[in-house]
Structures are given as structure tokens and as C-alpha cells.
């Protein structure tokens, strides 16, 4: 399991100007509400983020289709095996970029220090 903060993410109003994404006892982000932004939109990704974790990684664990598609060539394969290979590929990537381990301290790979 993924070290983030656990629970059903929310969208609360915060301050003036401000939606907070939050867990039980615990505020997870804040983003600007300005008009006319698109905190609404982004906000409601955020609050997302957990439970479209946890789905990838149940399909991509749960699925061994994947294993028959991730690795062929485009020329040897239907044009819908191609779309579920990338498909796979989109699940692969976005499982990357969720919070792992590197030793004793969490990375995410979008961070600088990770490429």
C-alpha cells in the first residue's frame, strides 16, 4: 500500500478564495479558487488521486491480460490490442508516478531529483 494519507478524500471551502482537499482530521491540499481558474477541476483530481491509485493498482495486479500486450511490437498487433497495450502503458505510468519507497524516504517520479 501506497505511505499517502488514507481515507476518503473531499473538497471543502477553505478561506475566501480557497477549496481544501481533505482527509479525516487532516487538510491534504489547498488550491486557489479564484474565478474564472480551474482550482474546481484540479481540486476534484486531487481528491481523486487515492481512490484512481488504488483502481490501477488492482487492475494492473488483477489482470494478467496485460503480460499477452505490454511488450509486442505495433506491426503484430490488432489495432484494439494496441489500444489496450497502451492502455497498460497509461496504468504503468500512472502507478509510477503515486509515492514509493527510496530507502528511507518517499519519491515521486515527477520530482526534480528523480528525472
Not at 14 to 29: D, I, K, N, S, Y
Not at 49 to 70: F, K, Q, V
Not at 78 to 88: G, I, K, N, P, V
Request: charged share 25%; proline share 6%; hydrophobic share 40%.
Amino acid at each position: 500500500m501506497s505511505d499517502h494519507t488514507p481515507g476518503l478524500w473531499h473538497i471543502r471551502d477553505g478561506l475566501p478564495g480557497e477549496f481544501q482537499v481533505c482527509a479525516p482530521g487532516v487538510t491534504v491540499a489547498v488550491c486557489d479558487a479564484r474565478p474564472g481558474s480551474e482550482c474546481d477541476a484540479n481540486a476534484c483530481l486531487i481528491a481523486a488521486a487515492p481512490d484512481l491509485l488504488a483502481a490501477c493498482e488492482a487492475i494492473w495486479n488483477a489482470d494478467g491480460s496485460r503480460r499477452a500486450y505490454i511488450d509486442v511490437p505495433n506491426e503484430e498487433l490488432t489495432a484494439d490490442a494496441q489500444e489496450l497495450r497502451d492502455a497498460w502503458h497509461m496504468i504503468r505510468a500512472a502507478i509510477k508516478k503515486g509515492p514509493r519507497r527510496k530507502g528511507d524516504r518517499l519519491a515521486c517520479a515527477h520530482t526534480a531529483e528523480d528525472g
